[in-house]
């Protein structure tokens, strides 16, 4: 019987002592190996799961916006629901409403960025991507104002084309239009395309 305590209590020593990591002891050293280790064995399995989520979270915000398509101006840039996206930037009075259309819908999404009115604030370096993926943000440039001038959402991608969803548009494309509508652009026309999904 006293043999068998023994080796138990080896056994639990050994058991503790493997648990503690190399520092005899060292708590907090332990903790940051068991949380390496998750990490590495997190990030073997991450990407299928951080696409899934992705995905997710890019339907989500593509919802939002279908849901506000055909909204339209009451007057000149106003109106109940587009007082509700300018204000959603800090904008009392009426004005062009697309990049806060586009803000609007990421806000309701859950995400915090973007969230601006001015359709160039819309696409900061670390945000630009070459590769067009839906809910991305595109931008139009007019050479009338030497920059982006409007902005929308890709719903999906063909070939060329860029089938989006855009507020302060009309279907025949005028940029100061009164309306939430899909639009179809090709790739060409479209000067940026910015991630704020990743």
């Known amino acids: ?11 639990c020593g050994l058991v503790m002592g493997c648990g503690r990591g190399d520092s005899g002891g060292d708590l907090t050293s332990s903790r940051t190996k068991r949380r390496d280790l998750l990490r590495s064995h997190s990030s ?8 899934v989520e992705m995905t997710k979270k890019r339907n ?24 509700e996206y300018l204000s959603y ?10 990049a806060s259309f586009v803000s609007f819908v990421f806000g309701k ?4 960025l973007p969230r601006t009115a001015w359709s160039p604030s819309m ?8 590769e067009p993926k839906p809910a991305d943000v595109i931008g139009i440039y007019f ?12 719903e999906k991608m063909k070939g060329e084309l860029i089938f989006s969803i855009e507020g302060n548009t009309t279907n025949s494309g005028n940029r100061e239009g ?7 652009r090709h790739i060409k026309t479209v000067s940026k395309v910015a991630d704020w999904v990743r």
């Open 1 to 11: 019987m006293g043999t068998v305590r023994v080796l138990f209590c080896l056994l």
């Open 123 to 130: 696409f900061p370096k670390d945000r630009l991507t070459r």
């Open 109 to 112: 999404a859950g995400f915090t």
């Open 60 to 83: 989500g915000i593509l919802r939002i916006a279908s849901a506000e398509l055909g909204v339209k101006e009451v007057g000149q840039n106003d109106g109940k629901r587009v007082r």
């Open 89 to 98: 930037t800090g904008i009392k009075t009426p004005a062009p409403w697309c």
């Open 178 to 184: 009164n309306a939430v509508c899909r639009r179809v």
């Open 44 to 51: 073997k399995i991450s990407p299928r799961f951080a696409s």
């Open 143 to 154: 050479a009338s104002l030497k920059r982006v001038g409007h902005v929308g959402l890709i």
